[in-house]
Nanobody
Framework: VQLQASGGGLVQAGGSLRLSCAASGRTFSRYSVGWFRQAPGKEREFVAAIMWNSRSPYYADSVKGRFSISRDNAKNTVYLQMNSLKPEDTAVYYC??????????????????WGKGTQVTVSS
């Protein structure tokens, strides 16, 4: 599976962006997908996860209520809708996937496939 993240950019605080993670392959529906981010000088952190088996999405506390993850298996794409953006959301955002991954696996970032990141910058 190859992943390509896109949709990043520069936005003012309070604004919105929608990130996309496009995947290659014909079995995308079997993959759990997570979004992660890494700010300069900080470790990578989990943001959101959507599971292969349609279980409820899972979010980091820092984005809960502001971000929403969804998927369109027909388009092999996972989306991350980011609303009410804050300067502390500034980071490079990555998507990652693993076949039949559990929520615990996704949150831990133990994923087999990673895309190149897309930069999100939120100005104050």
């Amino acid at each position: 599976v190859q992943l390509q993240a896109s949709g990043g950019g520069l936005v003012q605080a309070g604004g919105s962006l929608r990130l996309s993670c496009a995947a290659s392959g014909r079995t995308f529906s079997r993959y759990s997908v997570g979004w992660f981010r890494q700010a300069p000088g900080k470790e990578r952190e989990f943001v959101a996860a959507i599971m292969w088996n349609s279980r409820s999405p899972y979010y980091a506390d820092s984005v809960k209520g502001r971000f929403s993850i969804s998927r369109d298996n027909a388009k092999n794409t996972v989306y991350l809708q980011m609303n009410s953006l804050k300067p502390e959301d500034t980071a490079v955002y990555y998507c990652a996937a693993e076949e039949f991954a559990t929520e615990r696996t996704v949150v831990a970032g133990n994923m087999d496939y990673w895309g190149k990141g897309t930069q999100v910058t939120v100005s104050s």
